[in-house]
Antibody, heavy 121, light 107 residues
Framework: EVQLVESGGGLVQPGGSLRLSCAASGFTFNNYNMNWVRQAPGKGLEWIAYITTTSNTIYYTDSVKGRFTISRDNAKNSLYLQMNSLRAEDTAVYYC??????????????WGQGNLVIVSS | DIQMTQSPSSLSASVGDRVTITCQASQDISNYLNWYQQKPGKAPKLLIYDASSLETGLPSRFSGRGSGTHFTFTISSLQPEDIGTYYCQQFHDLPITFGGGTKVEVK
C-alpha cells in the first residue's frame, strides 16, 4: 500500500523557519517525481513545488521562490520542504503528493495526510 | 498563470441525481486537466486524469470530458458518499493551478 506520511509542522513566528518531511513507503520512491501542495484554512489547493526523481529539475510557484527549498533523499525514501522567512500567508495544511504523470503535475495519484503549519506571533 | 474557473461554487442535489460541474481555463490547455475529490479533513483524491480517463478502481458514475478551455465533470447518479469538494487542475503550464472548488452536498 502506498503511504506518504508528513511530519514537522507546527506553530512558528513570522520570519521563522520550519522543515517538513514526507516519508514514503509501499512503492519505489526513486521512480517518482514529487510535489508539495498547500491549502490555507477554508481555501482551495495551491501547488508550490516539484522535484524530479534525481533532483535535477525543480520548480516553485512564485510566492515561495527564494524562501522555500524542496529536496529529497532517495536512500531514506523521504521528501523535504525547507521553509524560511515564513509569513502569515504561508499558514496552511501542507501535502506531499506523488506525481505519476509524464509531465509536471500530470497525475497527483497519492497524497499524504497533510501537515498544518501556522505562522503567527 | 492559467486561471481555472469552476462553477457552480456549491450545489445540493438528491441521491440519484445527475450532477455536472464545469471548469473553464483562461487559455487552451488541450486535455491537460485532472479532477480531484476532497472530503472534509482529508487529502484530495484523484478521480479523472487527462480530462476523461477514470482512475483505476473508481466507480463508473464519475466521468469527465472536454478539451481546450471547457471541461465538465459528471456524477451520473449521486451517492451519499460523494459529498465533498471537487477541484479541477491544469498541468499544461507552470505554475500548476487548481479551480476554486465545487462543494457538493446531498439533500
Amino acid at each position: 500500500e502506498v503511504q506518504l506520511v508528513e511530519s514537522g509542522g507546527g506553530l512558528v513566528q513570522p520570519g521563522g523557519s520550519l522543515r517538513l518531511s514526507c516519508a514514503a513507503s509501499g512503492f519505489t520512491f526513486n521512480n517518482y517525481n514529487m510535489n508539495w501542495v498547500r491549502q490555507a484554512p477554508g481555501k482551495g489547493l495551491e501547488w508550490i513545488a516539484y522535484i524530479t526523481t534525481t533532483s535535477n529539475t525543480i520548480y516553485y510557484t512564485d510566492s515561495v521562490k527564494g524562501r522555500f527549498t524542496i529536496s529529497r533523499d532517495n536512500a531514506k525514501n523521504s521528501l523535504y520542504l525547507q521553509m524560511n522567512s515564513l509569513r502569515a500567508e504561508d499558514t496552511a495544511v501542507y501535502y506531499c503528493a506523488r506525481d505519476a504523470g509524464v509531465v509536471v503535475g500530470g497525475d497527483f495519484d497519492n497524497w499524504g495526510q497533510g501537515n498544518l503549519v501556522i505562522v503567527s506571533s | 498563470d492559467i486561471q481555472m474557473t469552476q462553477s457552480p461554487s456549491s450545489l445540493s442535489a438528491s441521491v440519484g441525481d445527475r450532477v455536472t460541474i464545469t471548469c473553464q481555463a483562461s487559455q487552451d490547455i488541450s486535455n491537460y486537466l485532472n479532477w480531484y475529490q476532497q472530503k472534509p479533513g482529508k487529502a484530495p483524491k484523484l478521480l479523472i486524469y487527462d480530462a476523461s480517463s477514470l482512475e483505476t478502481g473508481l466507480p463508473s458514475r464519475f466521468s469527465g470530458r472536454g478539451s481546450g478551455t471547457h471541461f465538465t465533470f459528471t456524477i451520473s447518479s449521486l451517492q451519499p458518499e460523494d459529498i465533498g469538494t471537487y477541484y479541477c487542475q491544469q498541468f499544461h503550464d507552470l505554475p500548476i493551478t487548481f479551480g476554486g472548488g465545487t462543494k457538493v452536498e446531498v439533500k
